[in-house]
């Protein structure tokens, strides 16, 4: 049943309320009236898009993706995927077009990884083959040997590992949604690490468009196409691309969020852009070499170790400029303060303009 609102997003929300029955846990510690989980949220999530939901525990994150998965029912207002009704798609339906990963995992401890991986292929009565095909491949796509791990419990399994499973028994019938809520939560710093890499890989080959929530603003710069900032009540304080939210947050809320370290993150999400450099020099021609694409930090660990304290800017190999530690102050004071107040929307912004 596609709705004649769709807006060509793939998820979309609409004045979307919800008040769990009875008194709220953790409303308003002595702030009056008991307030909803989600007060009144509308935004969407464009095709193909990973928007990263970030905002304090509690903030009624984890119930948004509930309800667009159809685990809890909104009080109010509608949710669309791919332009359907969650409320009223048929649920076998909603199970195929939506793939779900929670932080505890979830998996099964009876079963074995291949048959949790084949969950729901198994629900939808497919062969045993094609199943068996598909949790290979399924494997495979998340670094796990199928020939290795098929046939392991998930207590044989590390932290990482079982997330990894998690992912692959989300993305079984090739859903065109992925909801994730704090997937990466339970994993240790450096393994962590590498698995939003590795999931930042996967989602740029799959194309499925992705909602993670997480309250980790970290995890949020690094892994977004857009990021959704909310407070308490999952009211939006910001909807914008990582750099825009580091470098010009929209709320006093937003700017706490970003607030500590603000430099050191734009050196993660901010680029030089070709008025920051300066013009080659014959003293450049042992110079790094680094892509103006690469991110300001990528700039700045070249830099660190030339000898002459410059390095040379490429675009599509060819020369455009040098730059110095000066550059790279010139690019972050240009990210932060003067004249900046319009950035495009949409994908990932690297350079703002003037
Ligand atoms: N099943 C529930 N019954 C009653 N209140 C709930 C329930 N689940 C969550 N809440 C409350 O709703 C608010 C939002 O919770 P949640 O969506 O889990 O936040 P987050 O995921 O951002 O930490 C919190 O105040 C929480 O205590
Ligand atoms: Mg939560």
């Not at 497919?126 to 796990?144: S, Y």
Request: glycine residues 12%; proline residues 6%; charged residues 25%.
């Amino acid at each position: 049943m596609p709705s004649e609102t769709s807006d060509g997003s793939m998820i979309r929300f609409e004045h979307v309320h919800k008040a769990y029955d009875g008194a709220p846990r953790g409303a308003g510690a002595g702030a009056g009236a008991p307030r909803a989980a989600v007060e009144d949220i509308s935004f969407s999530v464009r095709p193909g898009e990973l928007l990263v939901v970030v905002g304090p525990s509690g903030c009624g994150k984890s119930t948004m993706l509930r309800m667009a998965n159809r685990l809890v029912e909104p009080t109010s207002g509608r949710i669309l995927v791919d332009g359907v009704d969650v409320l009223a798609a048929d649920p076998v339906r909603l199970r195929r077009s939506i793939g779900y990963v929670i932080q505890e995992v979830g998996l099964f401890p009876h079963l074995t990884v291949g048959q949790n991986v084949g969950t729901v292929p198994r629900l939808l009565r497919w062969d045993r083959a094609r199943t068996a095909e598909r949790v290979d491949e399924l494997l495979g796509l998340v670094g796990l040997d199928p020939g290795r791990y098929a046939r392991r419990y998930p207590h044989q399994l590390s932290g990482g590992e079982r997330q990894r499973v998690g992912v692959a028994r989300a993305l079984a019938v090739r859903p065109p949604v992925l909801l994730m809520d704090e997937p990466f939560g339970a994993v240790d710093p450096v393994g962590r690490r590498r698995l939003q890499d590795e999931f930042l890989k996967l989602h740029r080959e799959l194309g499925t468009t992705v909602m993670l929530v997480t309250h980790d603003v970290d995890e949020a710069i690094r892994m977004a196409d857009r990021v959704l900032v909310l407070s308490r009540g999952a009211k939006v304080e910001q909807l914008a691309p990582p750099l825009e939210v580091v470098a010009r947050p929209a709320t006093p809320a937003v700017a706490d969020l970003v607030g500590t370290g603000r430099a050191a993150r734009l050196l993660g999400v901010g680029h030089l852009g070709r008025r920051d450099l300066v013009a080659v020099g014959p003293e450049d021609r042992d110079a790094p070499r680094v892509d103006l694409a690469a991110d300001l930090g990528s700039v700045l660990a070249a830099l660190v170790p030339a000898a002459r304290g410059r390095v040379v800017l490429t675009e599509g190999g060819t020369e455009v400029g040098a730059a110095d530690a000066a550059a790279l102050v010139r690019a972050l004071r240009r990210l932060t303060d003067g004249g900046v107040d319009h950035v495009a929307a949409g994908g990932r912004v690297g350079t703002l303009p003037a």
